[in-house]
C-alpha cells in the first residue's frame, strides 16, 4: 500500500508568512508525529497525535507553531509569521500505535524561509 | 532528556569490506531502537527495529545489536556495497514521556568506494 506522503515537497516563503505543511499517514495507523530537521542536526520531535486523545504538543518550540489532525487521517502543521530559523525539513511519520511500534517516515517538505 | 550519539559522524570505506556503526544513549528506560537509513532529498528508511527485551535483529546484511543495560546499539553491514552509501541514524523510542516520540542521533554518513 501506498506510504507516509507529504505535501508540498518544496516551500519557500518570506519571512512574517504563514504556512500549512501536510502529511498523509498510512491508512489505518492511528499514531501520527510531526518532527523537523535543521541543517547540520538531528531530527527533532514536534508533536504526536493518537487517536483522538488530546495531542502531546511538547516537542513545539514556540505558539507559532501548531497543528491538527482530523481523527485518524490528515494532518496539518501550520507556522505563523515564519520566521529564518524555522528553515528546516519537516518530517511525518505514523504507526500502527503508541508504544512500541515501527515508524514510517514521509519523504518530508523542505521548508525555506527568506 | 534523552542524548543519542553516534561515532563515527562520517566514514568511508572500500568496496566489500564490513563495518560497525556504533549508537549509544543515556536512559536505558526505552521502547525500542530503530536503525535508518536517509539519503539526500528522501525521508527515512527504516532499517530494523530491535524491541527493549530484544538482543539483536538481522535483515540481509545488516544486523543491529542492543545491550540496553549499557546503553548502546551497533549496526553491522557486511560486505558493503556502493549503494549502502547514505546517512545512518539511530533513534530511540523513549517511555519517559508515554508517547514514545524518538530521540535521534546526529548520524554517521557512509561512503562505499567502488
Known amino acids: 500500500g501506498a506510504g507516509v506522503s507529504q505535501s508540498p515537497s518544496n516551500k519557500v516563503t518570506e519571512k512574517g508568512k504563514d504556512v500549512e505543511l501536510r502529511c498523509d499517514p498510512i491508512?489505518?495507523?492511528?499514531?501520527l508525529y510531526w518532527y523537523r530537521q535543521r541543517l547540520g542536526q538531528g531530527l527533532e520531535f514536534l508533536i504526536y497525535?493518537?487517536?483522538?486523545?488530546?495531542?502531546?504538543k511538547s516537542g513545539l518550540p514556540s505558539d507559532r507553531f501548531s497543528a491538527e489532525r482530523t481523527g485518524e487521517s490528515v494532518s496539518t502543521l501550520t507556522i505563523q509569521r515564519t520566521q529564518q530559523e524555522d528553515s528546516a525539513v519537516y518530517l511525518c511519520?505514523?504507526?500502527?500505535?503508541?508504544?512500541?511500534?515501527?515508524?514510517?517516515f514521509g519523504p518530508g517538505t523542505r521548508l525555506t524561509v527568506t | 532528556k534523552q542524548e543519542v550519539t553516534q561515532i563515527p559522524a562520517a566514514l568511508s570505506v572500500p568496496e566489500g569490506e564490513n563495518l560497525v556503526l556504533n549508537c549509544s544513549f543515556t536512559d536505558s528506560a526505552i521502547y525500542n531502537l530503530q536503525w535508518f537509513r536517509q539519503d539526500p532529498g528522501k525521508g527515512l528508511t527504516s532499517l530494523l527495529l530491535?524491541?527493549?527485551?530484544?538482543r539483536e535483529q538481522t535483515s540481509g546484511r545488516l544486523n543491529a545489536s542492543l545491550d540496553k543495560s549499557s546503553g548502546r546499539s551497533t549496526l553491522y553491514i557486511a560486505a558493503s556495497q556502493p549503494g549502502d552509501s547514505a546517512t545512518y541514524l539511530c533513534a530511540v523510542g523513549g517511555i519517559q514521556t508515554g508517547a514514545n516520540n524518538l530521540f535521534f542521533g546526529t548520524g554517521t554518513r557512509l561512503t562505499v568506494i567502488p
Open positions: 530491535i524491541q527493549s527485551s530484544q
Open positions: 497525535f493518537q487517536g483522538n486523545s488530546a495531542p502531546d
Open positions: 511519520a505514523s504507526s500502527l500505535g503508541s508504544g512500541s511500534h515501527e515508524q514510517y
Open positions: 491508512s489505518g495507523h492511528t499514531a
